[in-house]
Protein backbone atom coordinates (compact mmCIF):
# COMPACT_ATOMS: atom_id res chain seq x y z
CA UNK A 1 0.00 0.00 0.00
CA UNK A 2 1.53 3.38 -1.03
CA UNK A 3 1.58 6.03 1.93
CA UNK A 4 1.09 9.66 1.41
CA UNK A 5 2.76 12.77 3.21
CA UNK A 6 0.70 15.74 2.94
CA UNK A 7 2.66 18.56 2.67
CA UNK A 8 0.87 20.67 5.50
CA UNK A 9 2.03 17.63 7.61
CA UNK A 10 5.24 18.42 6.69
CA UNK A 11 6.02 20.95 9.54
CA UNK A 12 4.93 18.60 12.06
CA UNK A 13 7.51 15.63 10.78
CA UNK A 14 10.28 18.05 11.28
CA UNK A 15 9.41 18.97 14.77
CA UNK A 16 8.61 15.19 15.17
CA UNK A 17 12.46 13.96 13.54
CA UNK A 18 13.64 17.49 15.31
CA UNK A 19 12.37 15.65 18.71
CA UNK A 20 13.51 12.40 17.74
CA UNK A 21 17.26 14.10 17.85
CA UNK A 22 17.56 14.56 14.27
CA UNK A 23 18.91 17.33 12.48
CA UNK A 24 16.92 18.29 9.60
CA UNK A 25 18.26 19.21 6.25
CA UNK A 26 16.82 20.29 3.19
CA UNK A 27 17.06 22.72 0.13
CA UNK A 28 17.24 26.15 1.55
CA UNK A 29 17.84 29.77 -0.82
CA UNK A 30 19.45 32.92 0.85
CA UNK A 31 20.14 36.03 -0.42
CA UNK A 32 22.92 35.32 -2.26
CA UNK A 33 22.66 31.38 -2.86
CA UNK A 34 21.02 27.90 -2.14
CA UNK A 35 22.29 25.18 -0.57
CA UNK A 36 21.50 21.93 1.67
CA UNK A 37 20.94 23.50 4.85
CA UNK A 38 19.49 22.78 8.45
CA UNK A 39 15.73 24.59 9.51
CA UNK A 40 13.98 24.03 12.19
CA UNK A 41 10.45 24.37 9.96
CA UNK A 42 9.29 23.18 7.04
CA UNK A 43 8.52 26.56 5.90
CA UNK A 44 12.47 27.48 4.97
CA UNK A 45 12.29 24.58 2.74
CA UNK A 46 12.40 25.71 -0.89
CA UNK A 47 11.55 23.24 -2.93
CA UNK A 48 11.06 25.27 -5.96
CA UNK A 49 14.10 25.12 -6.97
CA UNK A 50 15.29 22.79 -9.63
CA UNK A 51 18.10 22.18 -7.38
CA UNK A 52 20.37 24.04 -4.67
CA UNK A 53 23.72 26.24 -6.11
CA UNK A 54 25.74 23.91 -3.54
CA UNK A 55 25.76 20.49 -4.07
CA UNK A 56 24.95 17.72 -1.41
CA UNK A 57 28.52 16.56 -0.72
CA UNK A 58 29.73 19.46 1.18
CA UNK A 59 27.54 17.55 4.32
CA UNK A 60 29.35 14.49 3.78
CA UNK A 61 32.85 16.63 2.84
CA UNK A 62 32.94 19.66 4.28
CA UNK A 63 35.03 22.28 1.98
CA UNK A 64 37.50 22.10 5.16
CA UNK A 65 37.35 20.18 8.10
CA UNK A 66 40.26 19.41 10.84
CA UNK A 67 41.41 15.78 11.03
CA UNK A 68 43.69 15.76 14.06
CA UNK A 69 44.82 18.40 16.62
CA UNK A 70 48.50 18.15 18.02
CA UNK A 71 50.49 19.72 20.38
CA UNK A 72 54.38 19.60 20.61
CA UNK A 73 56.63 19.17 23.64
CA UNK A 74 60.07 19.16 24.63
CA UNK A 75 60.56 15.36 22.36
CA UNK A 76 56.95 14.90 21.89
CA UNK A 77 54.20 14.61 20.03
CA UNK A 78 50.38 14.38 21.11
CA UNK A 79 48.00 14.31 18.86
CA UNK A 80 44.43 13.74 18.85
CA UNK A 81 41.86 12.71 16.05
CA UNK A 82 39.01 15.19 15.25
CA UNK A 83 35.95 13.12 14.30
CA UNK A 84 32.44 14.52 12.64
CA UNK A 85 30.05 15.33 15.24
CA UNK A 86 27.87 12.45 15.86
CA UNK A 87 25.08 13.60 14.93
CA UNK A 88 21.84 11.75 13.34
CA UNK A 89 20.42 13.69 10.12
CA UNK A 90 17.53 13.45 7.92
CA UNK A 91 18.17 15.12 4.28
CA UNK A 92 14.62 15.98 3.21
CA UNK A 93 14.16 16.68 -0.38
CA UNK A 94 17.79 15.81 -1.80
CA UNK A 95 17.62 15.46 -5.37
CA UNK A 96 18.37 12.48 -7.36
CA UNK A 97 21.35 13.62 -9.25
CA UNK A 98 22.85 14.90 -5.74
CA UNK A 99 21.81 11.45 -3.89
CA UNK A 100 23.77 9.19 -7.01
CA UNK A 101 26.67 11.70 -6.76
CA UNK A 102 26.71 10.13 -3.03
CA UNK A 103 26.80 6.49 -3.80
CA UNK A 104 29.17 7.29 -6.67
CA UNK A 105 31.43 8.45 -4.54
CA UNK A 106 30.72 5.87 -1.51
CA UNK A 107 33.37 3.13 -2.81
CA UNK A 108 36.01 5.81 -3.58
CA UNK A 109 36.31 6.71 -0.20
CA UNK A 110 35.83 2.81 1.21
CA UNK A 111 38.61 1.15 -0.91
CA UNK A 112 41.69 0.09 0.34
CA UNK A 113 42.07 2.95 3.41
CA UNK A 114 38.11 3.36 4.50
CA UNK A 115 37.46 7.03 5.36
CA UNK A 116 35.81 7.72 8.19
CA UNK A 117 34.90 10.90 8.18
CA UNK A 118 33.11 10.17 5.20
CA UNK A 119 31.02 7.07 6.06
CA UNK A 120 30.52 8.55 9.68
CA UNK A 121 28.55 10.59 8.12
CA UNK A 122 26.72 8.69 5.23
CA UNK A 123 25.84 6.01 7.83
CA UNK A 124 24.09 8.48 10.24
CA UNK A 125 22.05 10.41 7.39
CA UNK A 126 18.63 9.52 6.26
CA UNK A 127 18.28 10.58 2.46
CA UNK A 128 14.84 11.96 1.68
CA UNK A 129 14.85 12.26 -1.89
CA UNK A 130 12.47 13.95 -3.89
CA UNK A 131 12.14 12.84 -7.73
CA UNK A 132 11.98 15.97 -10.17
CA UNK A 133 9.06 17.19 -11.92
CA UNK A 134 10.74 20.04 -13.19
CA UNK A 135 14.69 20.46 -15.03
CA UNK A 136 16.74 23.05 -16.58
CA UNK A 137 18.75 23.50 -19.32
CA UNK A 138 21.44 21.92 -18.21
CA UNK A 139 20.01 18.96 -16.64
CA UNK A 140 21.57 15.57 -17.81
CA UNK A 141 21.20 12.99 -15.61
CA UNK A 142 19.54 10.79 -18.50
CA UNK A 143 22.60 11.15 -20.89
CA UNK A 144 24.19 9.69 -17.61
CA UNK A 145 22.06 6.60 -17.51
CA UNK A 146 20.00 7.93 -14.49
CA UNK A 147 16.94 9.76 -14.20
CA UNK A 148 14.61 12.47 -12.54
CA UNK A 149 13.23 9.83 -10.25
CA UNK A 150 16.76 7.42 -9.83
CA UNK A 151 16.66 5.71 -6.44
CA UNK A 152 20.49 5.02 -6.23
CA UNK A 153 21.86 6.80 -3.23
CA UNK A 154 18.55 7.51 -1.51
CA UNK A 155 16.70 5.95 2.05
CA UNK A 156 13.28 7.19 0.69
CA UNK A 157 12.54 8.58 -2.83
CA UNK A 158 9.29 10.87 -3.02
CA UNK A 159 7.03 11.77 -5.89
CA UNK A 160 5.55 15.01 -5.73
CA UNK A 161 1.69 14.46 -6.21
CA UNK A 162 -0.48 16.28 -9.15
CA UNK A 163 -2.08 18.35 -7.16
CA UNK A 164 1.01 19.63 -5.90
CA UNK A 165 0.12 18.87 -1.99
CA UNK A 166 2.15 16.61 -0.81
CA UNK A 167 4.03 13.09 -1.79
CA UNK A 168 4.17 9.65 -2.33
CA UNK A 169 6.61 7.62 -0.43
CA UNK A 170 8.57 4.73 -1.24
CA UNK A 171 10.70 3.63 1.51
CA UNK A 172 13.87 1.94 -0.12
CA UNK A 173 15.89 1.66 3.25
CA UNK A 174 15.95 0.22 6.52
CA UNK A 175 17.02 3.47 7.87
CA UNK A 176 14.38 5.29 5.22
CA UNK A 177 11.78 3.04 7.44
CA UNK A 178 12.86 3.54 10.34
CA UNK A 179 12.98 7.31 9.78
CA UNK A 180 8.94 7.17 7.93
CA UNK A 181 8.26 5.10 11.04
CA UNK A 182 8.71 7.91 13.88
CA UNK A 183 5.79 9.55 12.14
CA UNK A 184 4.33 6.92 10.71
CA UNK A 185 0.94 8.54 11.90
CA UNK A 186 1.60 11.61 10.09
CA UNK A 187 1.10 9.61 7.06
CA UNK A 188 -2.10 8.84 4.97
CA UNK A 189 -3.06 5.60 3.42
CA UNK A 190 -3.50 5.24 -0.43
CA UNK A 191 -2.43 7.18 -3.64
CA UNK A 192 -3.18 10.32 -5.18
CA UNK A 193 -1.52 10.18 -8.57
CA UNK A 194 2.06 11.36 -8.90
CA UNK A 195 2.97 14.44 -11.16
CA UNK A 196 5.09 13.44 -13.84
CA UNK A 197 9.08 13.00 -13.97
CA UNK A 198 10.46 15.57 -15.66
CA UNK A 199 11.45 15.83 -19.00
CA UNK A 200 15.25 15.41 -19.41
CA UNK A 201 16.42 15.31 -22.90
CA UNK A 202 19.58 13.37 -23.66
CA UNK A 203 22.17 15.89 -24.11
CA UNK A 204 24.84 13.42 -25.60
CA UNK A 205 25.99 9.29 -26.52
CA UNK A 206 27.89 8.48 -23.20
CA UNK A 207 29.09 5.57 -24.88
CA UNK A 208 30.22 7.33 -28.00
CA UNK A 209 32.04 10.18 -25.57
CA UNK A 210 33.77 6.88 -23.32
CA UNK A 211 34.79 4.76 -26.63
CA UNK A 212 36.60 8.11 -27.54
CA UNK A 213 38.06 9.09 -24.30
CA UNK A 214 39.12 5.08 -24.19
CA UNK A 215 41.10 5.38 -27.39
CA UNK A 216 44.95 5.84 -26.26
CA UNK A 217 45.67 8.21 -29.40
CA UNK A 218 42.85 10.89 -28.21
CA UNK A 219 44.95 11.95 -24.93
CA UNK A 220 46.64 13.84 -27.37
CA UNK A 221 44.59 15.12 -29.45
CA UNK A 222 44.32 19.04 -30.28
CA UNK A 223 40.54 18.82 -29.37
CA UNK A 224 41.47 18.97 -25.75
CA UNK A 225 43.32 22.53 -26.11
CA UNK A 226 40.11 23.92 -28.31
CA UNK A 227 37.70 22.98 -25.67
CA UNK A 228 39.74 24.30 -23.16
CA UNK A 229 40.65 27.51 -24.42
CA UNK A 230 38.06 29.34 -22.65
CA UNK A 231 39.19 27.93 -18.59
CA UNK A 232 40.31 30.10 -16.27
CA UNK A 233 40.95 27.31 -13.83
CA UNK A 234 38.69 28.51 -11.32
CA UNK A 235 37.30 25.33 -10.16
CA UNK A 236 33.77 26.52 -9.54
CA UNK A 237 32.71 23.40 -11.56
CA UNK A 238 34.69 20.99 -8.99
CA UNK A 239 33.73 22.57 -5.48
CA UNK A 240 30.00 22.72 -6.66
CA UNK A 241 30.08 19.32 -8.00
CA UNK A 242 28.64 16.57 -6.51
CA UNK A 243 30.95 13.69 -7.09
CA UNK A 244 34.61 15.99 -7.04
CA UNK A 245 36.82 13.97 -4.13
CA UNK A 246 40.40 15.30 -4.14
CA UNK A 247 41.59 16.85 -1.27
CA UNK A 248 44.44 18.98 0.36
CA UNK A 249 45.77 18.72 3.97
CA UNK A 250 46.94 21.92 5.64
CA UNK A 251 48.33 22.61 9.08
CA UNK A 252 46.93 25.81 10.58
CA UNK A 253 48.85 26.36 13.43
CA UNK A 254 51.76 27.32 15.01
CA UNK A 255 55.55 25.59 16.65
CA UNK A 256 53.51 24.29 19.77
CA UNK A 257 49.92 23.21 18.69
CA UNK A 258 47.52 24.00 15.83
CA UNK A 259 45.41 21.54 13.88
CA UNK A 260 45.69 19.51 10.43
CA UNK A 261 42.87 20.26 7.94
CA UNK A 262 41.62 18.60 5.28
CA UNK A 263 40.32 20.74 2.51
CA UNK A 264 38.75 21.00 -1.58
CA UNK A 265 41.19 20.99 -3.64
CA UNK A 266 40.61 20.90 -7.45
CA UNK A 267 42.39 19.55 -10.70
CA UNK A 268 41.65 22.72 -12.02
CA UNK A 269 44.41 24.38 -10.07
CA UNK A 270 48.15 24.30 -11.60
CA UNK A 271 49.80 23.52 -8.15
CA UNK A 272 47.80 20.48 -7.57
CA UNK A 273 50.26 18.57 -9.42
CA UNK A 274 53.16 20.73 -9.57
CA UNK A 275 56.45 18.79 -8.41
CA UNK A 276 59.40 20.71 -6.15
CA UNK A 277 61.84 20.80 -8.57
CA UNK A 278 59.25 22.78 -11.02
CA UNK A 279 58.15 19.99 -13.11
CA UNK A 280 54.46 19.97 -13.92
CA UNK A 281 53.11 16.74 -15.66
CA UNK A 282 49.56 18.95 -15.79
CA UNK A 283 51.41 22.28 -16.51
CA UNK A 284 48.28 23.72 -18.96
CA UNK A 285 45.12 24.24 -18.60
CA UNK A 286 43.96 22.38 -21.23
CA UNK A 287 45.72 19.45 -19.45
CA UNK A 288 43.38 19.96 -16.49
CA UNK A 289 40.39 20.08 -17.91
CA UNK A 290 41.84 16.91 -20.18
CA UNK A 291 42.54 15.14 -16.33
CA UNK A 292 39.06 16.14 -15.28
CA UNK A 293 36.73 14.47 -17.87
CA UNK A 294 39.83 11.90 -18.16
CA UNK A 295 38.72 10.99 -14.52
CA UNK A 296 35.43 10.81 -14.45
CA UNK A 297 34.62 9.06 -18.01
CA UNK A 298 37.88 6.79 -17.91
CA UNK A 299 39.91 6.43 -15.25
CA UNK A 300 37.04 6.24 -12.14
CA UNK A 301 34.78 4.11 -14.01
CA UNK A 302 37.90 1.72 -14.92
CA UNK A 303 38.51 1.41 -10.88
CA UNK A 304 34.92 1.25 -9.30
CA UNK A 305 32.59 0.48 -12.46
CA UNK A 306 30.75 4.12 -12.48
CA UNK A 307 31.34 7.20 -13.81
CA UNK A 308 31.99 9.91 -11.36
CA UNK A 309 29.13 11.80 -12.58
CA UNK A 310 25.39 12.15 -11.70
CA UNK A 311 24.89 14.60 -14.10
CA UNK A 312 23.49 17.48 -12.16
CA UNK A 313 24.68 19.81 -14.73
CA UNK A 314 26.08 21.82 -12.01
CA UNK A 315 29.55 22.44 -13.60
CA UNK A 316 28.03 23.83 -17.22
CA UNK A 317 25.25 25.92 -14.99
CA UNK A 318 27.23 28.03 -13.06
CA UNK A 319 30.58 28.12 -14.82
CA UNK A 320 31.85 31.61 -15.55
CA UNK A 321 32.66 31.18 -18.93
CA UNK A 322 29.82 28.66 -19.97
CA UNK A 323 31.80 25.49 -20.44
CA UNK A 324 31.32 22.64 -18.61
CA UNK A 325 31.03 18.61 -18.45
CA UNK A 326 28.03 18.87 -20.92
CA UNK A 327 29.64 20.98 -23.54
CA UNK A 328 32.47 18.79 -23.60
CA UNK A 329 30.77 15.55 -24.04
CA UNK A 330 28.51 16.76 -26.29
CA UNK A 331 31.82 17.80 -28.69
CA UNK A 332 33.17 14.82 -28.36
CA UNK A 333 30.29 12.87 -29.04
CA UNK A 334 30.32 14.43 -32.75
CA UNK A 335 34.44 13.21 -33.37
CA UNK A 336 35.14 10.20 -35.00
CA UNK A 337 35.99 7.52 -32.64
CA UNK B 1 59.83 9.56 15.27
CA UNK B 2 62.91 10.59 16.45
CA UNK B 3 65.33 12.22 14.37
CA UNK B 4 68.37 10.27 15.56
CA UNK B 5 71.19 10.98 12.85
CA UNK B 6 71.63 13.82 10.14
CA UNK B 7 74.29 14.25 7.62
CA UNK B 8 74.78 17.07 5.07
CA UNK B 9 74.71 15.33 1.48
CA UNK B 10 75.49 18.03 -0.86
CA UNK B 11 74.40 21.58 -1.02
CA UNK B 12 70.93 21.65 0.48
CA UNK B 13 70.63 18.18 0.46
CA UNK B 14 70.26 16.62 3.67
CA UNK B 15 69.96 12.49 4.83
CA UNK B 16 67.85 11.94 8.10
CA UNK B 17 67.86 8.52 10.10
CA UNK B 18 64.85 8.68 12.13
CA UNK B 19 63.84 5.67 14.59
CA UNK B 20 60.30 4.73 15.73
CA UNK B 21 59.25 5.89 19.44
CA UNK B 22 56.70 2.99 19.68
CA UNK B 23 57.85 -0.78 19.50
CA UNK B 24 54.85 -1.84 17.94
CA UNK B 25 54.72 0.83 14.92
CA UNK B 26 58.17 -0.64 14.60
CA UNK B 27 56.73 -4.08 14.32
CA UNK B 28 54.65 -3.22 11.83
CA UNK B 29 57.31 -1.32 9.61
CA UNK B 30 59.04 -4.06 10.21
CA UNK B 31 56.27 -6.37 8.31
CA UNK B 32 55.21 -4.15 5.59
CA UNK B 33 58.20 -1.88 4.66
CA UNK B 34 60.26 -3.64 1.12
CA UNK B 35 62.41 -1.81 -0.85
CA UNK B 36 60.67 0.41 -2.99
CA UNK B 37 58.05 2.12 -1.02
CA UNK B 38 57.65 5.67 0.01
CA UNK B 39 56.07 7.75 3.00
CA UNK B 40 55.41 11.10 3.98
CA UNK B 41 57.14 12.53 6.36
CA UNK B 42 56.34 15.57 8.24
CA UNK B 43 56.32 18.23 10.89
CA UNK B 44 53.13 19.22 12.43
CA UNK B 45 52.00 23.12 11.63
CA UNK B 46 54.17 23.18 8.34
CA UNK B 47 52.56 19.90 6.81
CA UNK B 48 54.11 16.52 4.72
CA UNK B 49 56.34 16.04 2.07
CA UNK B 50 56.32 12.33 -0.23
CA UNK B 51 59.99 10.57 -0.28
CA UNK B 52 61.42 7.20 -0.51
CA UNK B 53 62.56 5.29 2.21
CA UNK B 54 66.35 5.74 1.25
CA UNK B 55 67.33 2.69 3.88
CA UNK B 56 66.67 -0.76 2.60
CA UNK B 57 64.44 -3.46 3.43
CA UNK B 58 67.38 -4.86 4.95
CA UNK B 59 68.00 -2.35 7.18
CA UNK B 60 64.39 -1.84 8.52
CA UNK B 61 65.10 -1.10 12.47
CA UNK B 62 65.45 2.56 11.11
CA UNK B 63 64.52 4.85 8.54
CA UNK B 64 66.68 7.25 6.39
CA UNK B 65 65.62 9.56 3.71
CA UNK B 66 67.11 12.17 2.06
CA UNK B 67 65.57 15.40 0.47
CA UNK B 68 66.29 18.65 -0.82
CA UNK B 69 65.21 21.98 1.09
CA UNK B 70 63.54 23.24 -1.16
CA UNK B 71 59.81 24.52 0.28
CA UNK B 72 58.20 25.13 4.01
CA UNK B 73 57.96 21.76 4.93
CA UNK B 74 61.21 20.60 3.70
CA UNK B 75 63.05 23.51 5.48
CA UNK B 76 61.49 22.50 8.67
CA UNK B 77 62.93 18.93 8.23
CA UNK B 78 66.10 20.88 7.58
CA UNK B 79 65.98 22.40 10.86
CA UNK B 80 65.10 19.92 12.60
CA UNK B 81 67.80 18.72 15.13
CA UNK B 82 69.07 15.09 16.51
CA UNK B 83 66.86 14.02 19.06
CA UNK B 84 63.71 16.22 17.37
CA UNK B 85 60.34 14.08 16.70
CA UNK B 86 58.76 14.30 12.95
CA UNK B 87 55.91 12.79 11.59
CA UNK B 88 55.75 9.93 9.31
CA UNK B 89 52.74 8.08 7.58
CA UNK B 90 53.66 4.69 5.53
CA UNK B 91 55.61 3.13 4.14
CA UNK B 92 52.80 3.25 1.12
CA UNK B 93 53.36 2.06 -2.68
CA UNK B 94 54.51 -1.13 -4.38
CA UNK B 95 58.61 -2.83 -4.17
CA UNK B 96 60.82 -3.50 -6.15
CA UNK B 97 60.59 -7.12 -6.90
CA UNK B 98 64.14 -8.20 -5.52
CA UNK B 99 63.51 -11.86 -5.69
CA UNK B 100 63.09 -12.13 -9.24
CA UNK B 101 66.36 -10.55 -9.82
CA UNK B 102 68.14 -13.13 -8.18
CA UNK B 103 71.01 -14.68 -10.18
CA UNK B 104 71.15 -11.68 -12.50
CA UNK B 105 73.72 -9.19 -13.21
CA UNK B 106 72.80 -5.87 -11.97
CA UNK B 107 73.00 -2.75 -13.69
CA UNK B 108 71.76 1.12 -11.25
CA UNK B 109 71.95 4.03 -13.29
CA UNK B 110 70.79 6.98 -10.89
CA UNK B 111 71.16 11.04 -11.38
CA UNK B 112 71.59 13.69 -8.95
CA UNK B 113 69.35 13.71 -6.21
CA UNK B 114 67.41 10.67 -7.44
CA UNK B 115 70.53 8.22 -6.15
CA UNK B 116 68.32 7.71 -2.82
CA UNK B 117 65.81 5.43 -4.11
CA UNK B 118 68.16 3.45 -5.93
CA UNK B 119 70.16 3.35 -3.33
CA UNK B 120 67.57 1.65 -1.41
CA UNK B 121 67.87 -1.01 -3.78
CA UNK B 122 71.84 -1.11 -4.10
CA UNK B 123 71.85 -2.09 -0.49
CA UNK B 124 68.97 -4.67 -0.35
CA UNK B 125 71.21 -6.32 -2.88
CA UNK B 126 74.87 -5.55 -1.63
CA UNK B 127 73.13 -6.97 2.10
CA UNK B 128 72.74 -10.39 0.05
CA UNK B 129 75.51 -10.17 -2.27
CA UNK B 130 75.86 -13.69 -3.00
CA UNK B 131 72.59 -13.87 -4.58
CA UNK B 132 73.36 -11.69 -7.57
CA UNK B 133 75.82 -11.34 -10.32
CA UNK B 134 77.82 -8.74 -11.45
CA UNK B 135 76.59 -5.02 -10.20
CA UNK B 136 77.50 -1.90 -11.94
CA UNK B 137 76.67 1.40 -10.60
CA UNK B 138 76.44 4.57 -13.01
CA UNK B 139 75.78 7.76 -11.10
CA UNK B 140 76.18 11.25 -11.78
CA UNK B 141 75.18 14.81 -11.05
CA UNK B 142 75.34 18.19 -12.57
CA UNK B 143 78.83 19.03 -10.12
CA UNK B 144 81.22 17.32 -7.72
CA UNK B 145 79.63 18.75 -4.84
CA UNK B 146 76.21 17.66 -6.11
CA UNK B 147 76.84 13.95 -5.48
CA UNK B 148 74.99 12.43 -2.59
CA UNK B 149 76.05 9.89 -0.44
CA UNK B 150 79.93 10.47 -1.29
CA UNK B 151 81.17 8.01 2.08
CA UNK B 152 79.21 5.20 0.66
CA UNK B 153 80.47 6.19 -3.23
CA UNK B 154 83.45 5.72 -1.34
CA UNK B 155 83.08 2.42 -0.13
CA UNK B 156 81.57 1.29 -3.02
CA UNK B 157 84.68 2.18 -5.00
CA UNK B 158 86.71 0.30 -2.89
CA UNK B 159 84.83 -2.72 -3.08
CA UNK B 160 85.85 -5.38 -5.80
CA UNK B 161 82.19 -6.57 -6.08
CA UNK B 162 80.83 -3.30 -7.64
CA UNK B 163 81.42 -1.80 -10.82
CA UNK B 164 81.08 2.16 -9.98
CA UNK B 165 81.18 4.62 -12.78
CA UNK B 166 81.18 8.29 -11.65
CA UNK B 167 80.37 11.29 -13.80
CA UNK B 168 79.40 14.84 -13.54
CA UNK B 169 78.16 17.14 -16.29
CA UNK B 170 80.49 18.86 -18.62
CA UNK B 171 81.80 22.16 -16.27
CA UNK B 172 80.89 20.38 -12.78
CA UNK B 173 84.09 18.89 -12.23
CA UNK B 174 86.80 19.84 -10.40
CA UNK B 175 90.35 19.97 -10.98
CA UNK B 176 90.72 16.79 -8.44
CA UNK B 177 88.47 15.11 -10.11
CA UNK B 178 89.54 11.49 -11.21
CA UNK B 179 86.27 10.18 -12.53
CA UNK B 180 83.87 10.55 -15.86
CA UNK B 181 82.75 14.33 -16.88
CA UNK B 182 79.72 13.80 -19.24
CA UNK B 183 75.80 13.05 -19.06
CA UNK B 184 74.75 9.84 -17.32
CA UNK B 185 73.43 8.59 -21.02
CA UNK B 186 76.35 9.16 -22.48
CA UNK B 187 78.65 7.19 -19.71
CA UNK B 188 76.08 4.50 -19.48
CA UNK B 189 76.50 3.48 -23.45
CA UNK B 190 80.57 3.92 -23.06
CA UNK B 191 80.28 1.49 -19.71
CA UNK B 192 78.28 -0.71 -22.30
CA UNK B 193 76.95 -2.79 -19.73
CA UNK B 194 75.28 -6.54 -21.57
CA UNK B 195 71.64 -7.12 -21.42
CA UNK B 196 72.39 -10.78 -21.28
CA UNK B 197 70.87 -11.67 -18.01
CA UNK B 198 70.75 -8.41 -16.46
CA UNK B 199 68.33 -5.87 -14.85
CA UNK B 200 68.68 -2.35 -14.75
CA UNK B 201 66.99 0.17 -12.07
CA UNK B 202 67.06 3.37 -13.71
CA UNK B 203 66.41 6.64 -11.51
CA UNK B 204 66.62 10.50 -11.88
CA UNK B 205 65.23 13.79 -13.30
CA UNK B 206 62.57 13.14 -16.61
CA UNK B 207 65.22 14.27 -18.91
CA UNK B 208 67.36 12.12 -17.87
CA UNK B 209 65.26 9.10 -17.55
CA UNK B 210 63.84 9.64 -21.64
CA UNK B 211 67.68 9.69 -22.83
CA UNK B 212 68.83 6.90 -20.61
CA UNK B 213 65.71 4.65 -21.88
CA UNK B 214 66.71 5.49 -25.38
CA UNK B 215 70.30 4.14 -24.44
CA UNK B 216 69.30 1.41 -23.63
CA UNK B 217 67.76 0.25 -25.60
CA UNK B 218 70.07 0.79 -28.17
CA UNK B 219 72.14 -1.43 -25.61
CA UNK B 220 69.52 -3.92 -26.55
CA UNK B 221 67.41 -4.31 -22.97
CA UNK B 222 64.24 -5.32 -22.62
CA UNK B 223 61.62 -2.77 -21.35
CA UNK B 224 60.65 -5.40 -18.87
CA UNK B 225 63.71 -5.69 -17.75
CA UNK B 226 64.43 -2.12 -17.09
CA UNK B 227 62.48 -0.29 -13.70
CA UNK B 228 62.03 2.66 -12.60
CA UNK B 229 60.36 4.37 -10.09
CA UNK B 230 57.60 7.67 -10.68
CA UNK B 231 57.82 10.57 -7.84
CA UNK B 232 54.65 12.67 -8.22
CA UNK B 233 53.05 14.88 -6.30
CA UNK B 234 51.13 13.62 -3.37
CA UNK B 235 48.68 14.55 -0.31
CA UNK B 236 47.38 11.31 0.89
CA UNK B 237 49.28 8.52 0.02
CA UNK B 238 45.90 6.20 -0.03
CA UNK B 239 44.32 6.49 -3.48
CA UNK B 240 41.75 9.45 -2.59
CA UNK B 241 43.03 12.65 -3.07
CA UNK B 242 43.35 12.23 -6.49
CA UNK B 243 46.63 14.17 -7.84
CA UNK B 244 50.03 11.66 -8.56
CA UNK B 245 47.77 9.35 -11.34
CA UNK B 246 49.69 8.86 -14.64
CA UNK B 247 46.86 8.08 -16.81
CA UNK B 248 44.60 5.69 -15.03
CA UNK B 249 47.66 4.75 -13.04
CA UNK B 250 48.16 5.72 -9.46
CA UNK B 251 51.40 6.21 -8.49
CA UNK B 252 50.81 5.86 -4.41
CA UNK B 253 48.88 2.42 -4.89
CA UNK B 254 49.89 1.08 -8.06
CA UNK B 255 53.44 2.31 -8.00
CA UNK B 256 55.97 3.72 -7.49
CA UNK B 257 58.13 1.20 -8.89
CA UNK B 258 57.15 0.56 -12.49
CA UNK B 259 59.05 -1.14 -15.78
CA UNK B 260 59.76 0.59 -18.45
CA UNK B 261 57.10 -1.29 -20.50
CA UNK B 262 54.71 -0.19 -18.05
CA UNK B 263 55.65 3.16 -18.62
CA UNK B 264 55.93 3.33 -21.91
CA UNK B 265 52.07 2.36 -21.92
CA UNK B 266 51.16 5.39 -19.76
CA UNK B 267 50.42 8.20 -21.63
CA UNK B 268 53.42 10.09 -22.15
CA UNK B 269 51.89 13.75 -21.73
CA UNK B 270 50.58 12.72 -18.13
CA UNK B 271 54.50 11.90 -16.90
Known amino acids: MTRILQSDKLDNCVARWREAGLTVIGPVKNESSSS???????????????????????????????????????????????????????????????????????????????????????????????????????????SLKLAPDSTKGSDVLLRPLQNNKGWQVEELTDRGRDAFNEIADLLQDGSGPAAPTAVVAEKFNLDACVAWLQNPENFESTFWREISMRCIGCASCTFLCPTCHCFDFQDEGDTYSGIRRKNWDSCSFALFTMHTSGHNPRATQSARWRQRIMHKFNYFPGKFNVNSCSGCGRCSRQCPVDMGITETLQAISTLPS | ???????????????????????????????????????????????????????????????????????????????????????????????????????????????????????????????????????????????????????????????????????????????????????????????????????AVICGPPIMIKFTLISLKKLGFDESNVYTTLENRMKCGVGKCGRCNVGSIYVCKEGPVFTAAEVSRMPQADL
Open chain 1, 36 to 142: YAAVEKAAEFDFSLIMPDRSIKELFFPQTEPMLHYTIKKQRIDTSDFTPPPEKRIIFGARPCDASGLAIDDPLFGWDYKDNFWFQRRDTTVIVTIACTKADDFCMCT
Open chain 2, 1 to 199: MKIVARHDEAPGVKTMRVEFQNPTDLELFKQRYRTGMFGLYGVYGEGESTFCVASPETRNEYIEFTFRQSGRVTSALANADIGDVITFRGPYGNRFPIEQFYGKNLIFVSGGIALPPTRSVIWSCLDQREKFGKITIVYGARTVADLVYKHELDEWGKRDDIDLVLTVDPGGETPDWKHRVGFVPTVLEQAAPSPENCI
